[in-house]
């Protein structure tokens, strides 16, 4: 991408972080913000980024004839190039990008170069770790894993921009930062069992020294993946008329048609936080609203609750993240009691379980 009016002291930065989100390779261009720079013939000074299964120097040496100059190393690179070439400088660093990946869709994941177990987190061992500096491409960050922590607490800091989180694994406590993730967007539950990936840091507050993840990702344990999948894919084919409600028992029934107090259940659940002002919930945070109230809800009856909140617009229902399933709630004022057994959803669900 090019622009005329980027800065470019942080077109690099902002390569990174595009990279860091679409895990794609990324070239950002800046021609003279200030005009003097015009005509075919200005001058583009470019920063990129890239990923595993692209070498940029080498994808920049394949172009280098509609270059000015470039340098640089396997996953980051600088350039200059006029403007007369831009265009075909695009068409041919797009094609060898592709050659690269044989057509196929870049898959992007971190790695771990250890799994680290609890009673191996000490200070002595961050300490360790900082005679490894500097750090840089061809010397990375160690990167570690932990499976099974539990979630003690979350918070917001930075303006809610970043996450702080209290995890636990038999006897360590430690906090875990996680950068330019909001606790809505982690999507994480307290209590809940999660794998984490991190580099282990020495936090330095006013002369006192603690231990601190700096979480590069983190997820909910295999298992918990594993079972909310299996909803997803029983709520779609459900949805879709691909499935034998009819065949259940009438309790596997129960747990999928949803009955009228279940309705009112949600209902007050979300009516309650958006009084609270967290109009913004995802599917497991409702969940576990519910578990608050002793309430246990499959994640199949809730999403057909939720559809049908929206069809009957008994609650305003805007789809804020759609893969992670986060919804912006609103009250909407209604005179008269709803009449659930209009909602065309509903009867389709109870037609089908009755269907032989």
């Not at 940029?56 to 172009?63: I, P």
């Not at 170069?113 to 009673?119: F, K, R, V």
């Not at 295999?222 to 079972?227: F, I, R």
Request: with cysteine; aromatic share 8%.
């Amino acid at each position: 991408l090019d622009h005329e009016t980027w800065h470019h002291g942080i077109i690099g930065i902002v390569a990174s972080r595009i990279t860091e989100r679409y895990g794609r390779p990324c070239i950002l261009v800046s021609f003279d913000e200030k005009g003097n720079n015009i005509g075919d013939g200005a001058l583009g000074k470019g920063s990129g980024r890239s990923i595993k299964g692209m070498n940029l120097v080498n994808a920049l040496s394949h172009c280098e004839e509609l270059l000015v100059k470039y340098g640089g190393h396997e996953l980051a690179a600088g350039l200059t190039v006029e403007r007369r070439n831009l265009d075909a400088f695009k068409q041919r660093i797009n094609d060898y990008a592709r050659g690269c990946f044989d057509g196929e869709e870049p898959v992007v994941g971190l790695e771990a170069d250890y799994e680290m177990l609890s009673h191996e987190v000490t200070m002595e061992q961050a300490m360790e770790l900082y005679k490894l500096e500097p750090f840089g491409v061809s010397n990375n960050v160690p990167v570690f894993v932990m499976y099974g922590m539990t979630i003690s607490n979350i918070s917001s800091v930075g303006q809610g921009k970043h996450s702080k989180l209290i995890l636990s694994k038999d006897n360590l406590v430690v906090c875990g930062m996680c950068f330019r993730k909001s606790p809505d967007e982690l999507n994480l539950i307290l209590g809940e069992e999660v794998d984490v990936m991190f580099n282990l840091d020495i936090n330095e507050y006013q002369n006192n020294k603690s231990l601190q993840f700096i979480i590069k990702d983190i997820r909910p344990v295999k298992e918990t993946l594993d079972c909310e999948l299996e909803e997803q894919k029983l709520y779609q084919l459900i949805k879709e008329g691909d499935y034998n409600l009819s065949a259940l028992s009438v309790e596997e029934k129960e747990s999928i048609i949803p009955k009228r107090s279940d309705f009112a259940a949600v209902y007050n659940a979300v009516k309650k936080e958006i009084r609270l002002g967290r109009d913004t919930l995802s599917i497991r945070k409702i969940i576990s609203l519910l578990k608050d109230y002793n309430i246990s809800m499959r994640y199949v009856k809730l999403n057909f609750i939720i559809s049908i909140f929206r069809e009957m617009n008994i609650l305003g229902v805007d789809v804020v993240d759609e893969s992670n399933e986060i919804y912006k709630f609103s009250y909407i004022f209604v005179k008269n009691k709803a009449d659930l057994d209009k909602s065309s959803i509903l009867k389709k669900l109870k037609s089908a379980s009755m269907q032989k």
